[in-house]
């Protein structure tokens, strides 16, 4: 009995020791398993951080190269000494935040903006450009200030003439120090990490985060000082800088293990390539491992007397990370509903039916509630309009926001009517929703696409997103099918969209000019600056082409400012030459209204020019004004420095009379459509008040769109003042509208 008690005894200790063995291993490797890809997430963290910071280290970069050959292709064509023509660009300093503009000529003698002349031939970024290479430096001591101990950054490119492609020298924009790194300025990882860019040779740029380390000016060599161990780190780091290829790795930092990654960037020409450096500790990534190590450590020691608690405890650990992870995976973090990855899981394992419409929503217009109300109202919408969109979802119907103003939903409906008539009373919803912020002109717009395979849903989301692209162009409807037709015209907007950047460069977009007349002596009185897009092989796009697409996907501000410099740059260029010219108006879209600084910016582009106020008039279109006193109060400011303003389109919004009372514009653009209206009686009628009410409240009244005699007959009798139209003269290329100013 006792031996096999003993035996039984033995047993049972083998199996319970055997049971302890494997349990461990488990919980070892289950918790291991559970930390390496905890660990993964972080670094995966660290990426996107490091790749947000290095965008908006080459967005700016990139910025101020394009401004850098649109400054230089401005004062090149000027007559007169490059060194005269720099100080033309004094007002374009002020209003950028720059510290000067200079232009090094073929021996280093550098002119600048604020009038100082030196030689920096001994300077590398000079030197670069003399071998025809762009150059961003590093942080430099202003050499034109030595005594005051002032940085500067300077961004600098060779610069040739047109006609010879003779090197003519280098030109440059000259930041403070300081200033760029404060426009970079972004948070990392609470203050725990750092961010900053190098060159090829170290040498930090810009630091965008950096009170948590302290560098010297050159990474390679501080860390080597602070840590000989580094070597190998570098030589890695050299090594994938010569193929631009981004690395992730760790280094140690005075006795501190750092995460690193780099990113490279590309500038201007490819051949300057800049790395953004984020570095983070690995005790404040791992620091989150912590909870998850201890736990194992304490089911090790507990699972010696109590195995299966232990197993259970670590079950219920194991399940609840899980479940976190899972929760981050596919929570927005807006509206803390769906995201489009939990879309995708649902239909393809909860969905009964494998079929239904795919619909793509987006809020047109979204932005304004941005620029207007701020950020935090329009997360506040984001959520409204996310709970409005769960409302209407019904059973085995599915729903999430995919970014920004985009959502999707699968709807289980019988036929296109149902479907359309309930995303019409969610557009309802959605627009009551934002009158509520201000914004009338912002709606939901719908894309639908009937899905038969639940297995091709990306294809089919995509072909809904190529709808919702069609809803936003129309008036009658907030949605529209999917159609092969409707992909063919997307395609070709898109080839615009890539061409746009090289048009722009190239001068590719041409300025027109329609001329005004009075309409008493039929004499020339102005012109309205109509752009055009001429392609390579001479033919012109045009404009209801590329603008309507354009005001869509934000190029009109872009396009706005190139038309405004080019209409100053000819109204100069004439007046310099001893042309009696007449003011020139140039149309500005609701986009650029809205923009940051428009009214400085504007003015500094006219004042760089040296060219008087009163030549150059901006045209509104009346939607763009009606009921918006902020932007009443933006023209307000350009009115009150000689700039006057033109309401376009008259009589086309739903609220001109209360348009009218806001008192912010100079003269009434009466639109085509009313100036139709004559010869009908009740058309006369209105124009006639129209007209009568216009001068009453002391307006400059122009008729656009005449076309015959009868129309300009009864416009006079009115007294209207000004006359557009093809009666007079259709929109007329430079060369020829020149020829009509110096008659």
């Not at 926001?401 to 009517?417: E, P, T």
């Not at 294809?459 to 999917?482: L, P, T, V």
């Not at 061409?499 to 590719?508: E, S």
């Not at 009864?714 to 003269?729: A, H, N, P, V």
Request: glycine residues 6%; aromatic residues 12%.
């Amino acid at each position: 009995m006792n031996t096999n008690f003993k035996k039984k005894g033995y047993k049972i200790a083998l199996i319970s020791f055997i049971t302890l063995i494997l349990f461990f291993f488990s919980v070892f490797f289950c918790t291991n398993r559970i930390s390496n890809e905890l660990e993964r997430q972080l670094e995966t963290n660290l990426i996107d951080v490091a790749n947000q910071n290095a965008l908006a280290i080459s967005n700016q970069l990139n910025d101020n190269y394009m401004l850098l050959d649109s400054l230089f292709a401005e004062i090149k064509e000027i007559p007169g000494d490059m060194s005269e023509n720099v100080m033309l660009l004094k007002g374009f300093v002020k209003a950028n935040n720059l510290k000067r503009v200079g232009f090094c000529d073929t021996d280093g003698t550098t002119y600048t903006t604020d009038n100082v002349v030196a030689n920096l031939s001994y300077r590398e970024f000079f030197q670069r450009g003399m071998q025809g290479k762009s150059t961003i430096t590093g942080v430099l001591t202003d050499a034109l200030r030595p005594d005051a101990d002032e940085k500067v950054i300077i961004f600098s490119s060779p610069m040739y003439d047109d006609t010879t492609n003779e090197l003519l020298g280098v030109f440059g924009l000259i930041y403070d120090a300081e200033v760029i790194n404060a426009s970079l300025q972004v948070e990392c990882f609470e203050g725990q990490g750092c961010s900053f860019a190098t060159n090829e040779a170290g040498d930090i740029s810009i630091a965008m985060s950096y009170d948590s380390i302290q560098l010297s000016q050159n990474l390679y060599t501080d860390i080597l000082s602070r840590n000989p161990g580094n070597t190998e780190v570098i030589n890695t780091i050299r090594r994938n800088i010569s193929s631009n290829t981004p690395n992730l790795g760790k280094l140690f930092i005075d006795s501190v293990e750092y995460y690193y990654y780099r990113t490279p960037i590309l500038i201007a020409d490819g051949e300057i390539v800049w790395n953004v450096f984020t570095l983070v500790p690995t005790g404040y990534l791992l620091q989150r491992l912590k909870p998850v190590r201890n736990t194992m450590y304490l089911m090790i020691f507990l699972s010696i007397f109590l195995v299966v608690a232990a197993m259970i405890s670590y079950l219920i650990i194991f399940s609840s990370q899980r479940r976190l992870v899972q929760r981050l995976a596919y929570r927005d973090s807006v509206t803390g509903g769906a995201n489009y990855a939990y879309f995708k899981r649902q239909l393809l394992t909860k969905s009964r039916n494998r079929c239904g419409y795919i619909v793509s929503m987006d809020i047109q217009h979204f932005s304004n509630i941005t620029i207007t109300a701020g950020s935090a109202a329009a997360d506040d919408m984001i959520k409204k309009t996310w709970e409005l969109i769960k409302q209407s979802i019904k059973d085995n119907e599915y729903a999430a926001r995919v970014r920004d103003d985009y959502f999707v939903m699968l709807l289980n409906m019988s036929s296109d009517a149902d479907v359309s008539r309930r995303l019409e009373q969610l557009s309802d919803e959605v627009h009551d929703l934002a009158i509520a912020y201000d914004a009338p002109g912002v709606r939901a717009c719908f894309g639908i696409y009937p899905m038969e395979d639940i297995t091709a849903l990306d294809d089919s989301y995509n072909k809904a997103k190529i709808g919702c692209e069609f809803a936003k162009e129309r008036h009658d409807k907030c949605y529209a099918f999917y159609s092969e037709v409707d992909h063919e015209e997307l395609l070709k907007n898109q080839q615009l969209e890539e061409r746009f950047d090289f048009a722009l460069a190239n001068h590719n977009f041409e300025i027109w000019y329609q001329p005004k007349y009075s309409a008493d002596t039929r004499e020339l009185v102005g012109s309205e600056a109509l752009v055009r897009w001429r392609e390579v092989d001479g033919k012109l796009i045009p404009p209801g082409r590329f603008i309507p697409l354009f005001e869509r996907d934000g190029y009109i501000s872009r396009l706005d400012e190139y038309v405004f410099r080019e209409t100053c740059r000819k109204q100069k260029y004439w007046l310099d030459r001893g042309i009696k010219i007449c003011p020139v108006s140039v149309n500005i879209s609701r986009a650029t209204i809205y923009g940051a600084n428009v009214v400085d910016k504007y003015l500094g582009i006219l004042d760089s020019f040296e060219l008087p106020h009163e030549y150059i008039q901006l045209e509104v279109l009346e939607s763009a004004i009606s009921g918006k006193a902020d932007i009443a109060k933006i023209l307000e400011r350009f009115r009150l420095s000689g700039v006057h303003i033109l309401m376009d389109d008259f009589g086309t919004g739903y609220s001109s009379l209360a348009t009218l009372n806001m008192h912010c514009f100079d003269t009434l653009k009466l639109d085509k459509s009313l100036i139709d209206c004559i010869g009908g009686k009740d058309g006369e009628t209105l124009l006639h008040y129209v007209i009568k009410m216009g001068r009453h409240l002391g307006l400059h009244i122009t008729a656009e769109g005449v076309e015959y005699e009868s129309q300009l007959s009864y416009l006079q009798e009115q007294k209207c003042d000004d006359i557009q139209g093809y009666l007079f003269s259709k929109p007329l290329h430079v060369m020829d509208y020149e020829r009509l100013i110096t008659v």
